[in-house]
Structures are given as C-alpha cells and as structure tokens.
C-alpha cells in the first residue's frame, strides 16, 4: 500500500492548475483506472476527481461539427437524439459496452484515453475523421484521434493536458454506417477484432464516401486507406467487396492472444469488413 491524495477541482482551470502542481493523473468513472491501480500498472501519488466538471459530459451540434464532452457516459451517447439521428453507429456502440453499471460510469474521454487497441469507441470515431481537443494551462490543441493513439495504451496527451473533448464533422445527408466485432461471447466482452464502416453513396449508386476502420487488428485501431481508395468512385458489388475485404486484411498487424489468435484476428477482419459493406450496400 503506499499513501494516496485525492483532489476535486471545481472547474477545468483548477484540473489543468492541479495538473502542473501536484504531478497527480486524473480519474473519471474510474472503469479503468480502479483495476489498473490493482495490477499495479497505474501509479500515482495524487488522483484528481474531475468526475463533477459538468462543462466536461456535453453532446452538441457546433455549426457542422458534433462535438461529445470526455466525460459523457455511455449512458447518454445511448439516450442522445442528436448522436440518435446523425451517428446511430456511435450509440449501437455505447449500448455494447460493458453492462449497465459500466455504461452508467465509464465515459466516452477514459476509453479514448485508455488507448486501448480493443476499445470499441476508438474505430467509429476514426471512422467519422474525429479529432480530440487537450487542454492546459496553455490553452487547447486540437489533435486527430489517429495521430492522438500512439500505441498500445499510449496516447500523444502531455502530462500537463486533459482530454476535454472529441469532435468530428457531421455526417452528410445520406450516409450510413454501421459497427460490428468478434467476441468470445455476446455481452460484457473486450473485443476480439471489430471494424466500424462509413458509407455515402451518390446518385447513381457509386462510392462518394467510405471509410473503414479496424480495432483489435493493429497496436492501435487503424484507417484502412487502400481499401477506401479501392472502393472510391465504383459501384459495389460481391467481386469489389470481397477485394477490399481482403485489402483491409492486408493493414492490419494483429498479434496472438488470450483472446485470439492472429490468423483469427485476421479473418474476423475480412469477415467483418465484408459483412459491413454488403450490408450497408442493401446486398444483404
């Protein structure tokens, strides 16, 4: 056991101001942290408590931009009529999250900081080109999730910074998308592979827009550029779809685990790729 401070600051300054002062890492729902600190991989001195920072739990429209403060539970992605109606995807996500209690404390900013290869936000938000926005007593930057994930529970943040929110450009009119992944079982599971798709077709039935991002498949969750490139412009049929299914197989580096093997992870991806776009083409 070692000695423990915990601070609870009334506003964002005060959290950035306890950054710089105290040395101290901040705790949220605590989903992950509490078993973190247990295992041992989680030290700290000082926690800082910014669970009371109502500017932080947001969802709003800003101009063309949705933007979801970090500590917005997935409770409430769930329940928002603005996510409901623009990214049905992100709140089919949030409901697969851990079971009610889980989504009642664990906050969309802690699984994006958590990093985690497998988390299940991470893919749909790079799927919808999200960005996230870290504050200091410097001021914000603004930062794209995939340059933000820099490896296996690794992220660009600065000890001095918090997460204050993730944002992405509202979908255009049109587009569809969808999420789906791989588990040793239907609830309360980390996920074996998963793959999030964004899809926008135009008049004629051609790719105006796709975007495929794979989690659990790389050190971090991953874009899949060629297979969008690939899918640009075309009209989708079994032959493309299963082309880009396999391009997508080709970005990837998944590794052999607890949960699954890398030939495993790799087919779940062709799999789920495949699916995604054959569904949201109407092609099943």
């Known amino acids: 056991m070692y000695e423990l401070s915990l601070k609870t600051p009334q506003s964002i300054a005060e959290a950035c ?8 890492k901040l705790i949220a729902g605590g989903t992950d942290v509490i078993p973190q600190m247990r295992n041992g991989r989680f030290q700290a001195n000082t926690l800082i408590d910014i669970s009371r920072l ?75 080109d999200a960005e996230v926005v870290l504050q200091s007593i410097n ?6 999730l995939a340059e933000f994930l820099q490896g296996p529970g690794q992220t660009a943040i600065a000890p001095n910074e918090l997460l204050r929110q993730v944002q992405f450009p509202r979908p255009a009119a049109g587009t569809k998308s969808t999420f789906m992944r791989l588990g040793n079982r239907r609830g309360m599971v980390i996920s074996v592979v998963s793959a999030a798709i964004v899809l926008l077709l ?13 989690g659990a498949a790389a050190p971090t969750p991953i874009r899949c550029p060629a297979a969008e490139s690939l899918l640009h412009g075309q009209v989708l049929t079994e032959k493309l779809i299963e082309k ?5 197989v080709a970005a990837s580096s ?3 685990d607890v949960r699954g093997t890398a030939a495993y992870r790799r087919h779940g991806v062709k799999v789920l790729v495949r699916r995604g776009l054959q569904t949201l083409a109407g092609l099943r």
């Open 17 to 24: 101001q306890m950054l710089v002062e105290s040395g101290g």
């Open 54 to 128: 109502t500017d932080l739990n947001t969802i709003e429209e800003k101009g063309k931009v949705i933007a979801i403060g970090a500590l917005t539970n997935y409770t409430t992605l769930r329940h928002s009529p603005l996510l409901q109606e623009t990214v049905p995807m992100l709140v089919e996500v949030a409901g697969l999250v851990g079971g009610v209690q889980t989504q009642n404390r664990g906050s969309i900013g802690g699984n994006i900081a958590n990093a985690s290869p497998a988390g299940d936000t991470l893919p749909p938000l790079l799927a919808l």
């Open 139 to 144: 001021g914000k930057r603004v930062l794209p």
């Open 202 to 214: 135009d008049g004629e039935n051609r790719v105006e827009d796709v975007r495929i991002a794979l």
């Open 244 to 248: 880009a299914a396999e391009t997508a």
């Open 254 to 256: 998944p590794i052999d």
